[in-house]
């Protein structure tokens, strides 16, 4: 998604844990040409939120766009989970998006346009067994980003959330690589094969065009039909 909208001119505010892969993506940035600025942060934390958002407006002025993606899935029955696991899992694919549009929707008012984007999963429309805190947490991103699309539609900002289906990505490496029946999902899936990480890049860049200034409130689901069934 960052290297889709820094393709399109938009200017890169990266934002991880991980410094290595902050630094991979903007040097994958640089070298199209697009400006990308790094910002080590865990957007659980809320001071860390709130130093995030003073120093990406030091550093650019303003934010027009926002892209909750922050994930993580811990795949255990509901009796075995941990208090911590789940608090985890919640903090952060959830709570994270409402500290991050916290800061930064103020930035964005004003100004005639905005962009939020938030990432939930066919999970928060459908599940699988182990899913308990993952589905949980993804509904809520769904529930979020109607009320918040409510909450600053007159200012001009869009909030949609995106729901992927089954992507070939990092989080779910363990399944594409496991002889577990969950690995073989692409069965499932009528187009038959994995989501690749640029489509939904493409998907992001087109949301955060003119032409979607009209969609908000909602979710698009890209999952190669498997809801459908």
């Known amino acids: 998604m960052a290297l ?9 505010a990266l934002v991880s844990r991980d410094r290595a892969k902050l630094d991979e993506t903007a040097a994958q940035a640089a070298a199209t040409g697009a400006e990308a600025a790094v910002f080590q942060t865990d957007v659980t934390d809320e001071e860390q939120v709130r130093q995030l958002e003073r120093d990406v407006v030091a550093r650019f002025g303003r934010a027009d766009i926002l892209i909750n993606n922050a994930g993580i899935a811990v795949r255990k029955t509901v009796v075995d989970y941990t208090l911590e696991e789940w608090r985890s ?12 549009c916290r800061s930064f929707v103020p930035h964005m008012r004003g100004r005639g346009y905005g962009r939020i984007i938030n990432i939930s999963s066919i999970m928060g429309h459908v599940s699988l067994p182990l899913r308990s ?11 979020f980003t109607r009320a918040l699309a409510l909450e600053v539609a007159a200012d001009g900002i869009a909030v949609v959330a995106i729901s992927p289906g089954p992507f070939a990505t990092e989080m779910t490496a363990p399944l ?6 969950l690995a073989q999902m692409s069965a499932s899936v009528p187009m038959a094969r994995w989501g690749e990480p640029e489509e939904v890049g493409s998907l992001a860049l087109f949301l955060c065009s003119d032409g ?17 069934r």
């Open 4 to 12: 889709a909208l820094g393709g399109a001119g938009a200017r890169l």
């Open 212 to 228: 979607a200034a009209y969609i908000t409130g909602t979710d698009v689901v890209i999952d190669g039909g498997w809801i459908a």
């Open 133 to 143: 805190a993952y589905s949980a947490s993804k509904s809520g991103v769904l529930g």
């Open 176 to 181: 594409r690589n496991s002889a577990d029946p």
């Open 89 to 100: 899992v919640i903090d952060t694919n959830l709570t994270s998006v409402f500290l991050m």
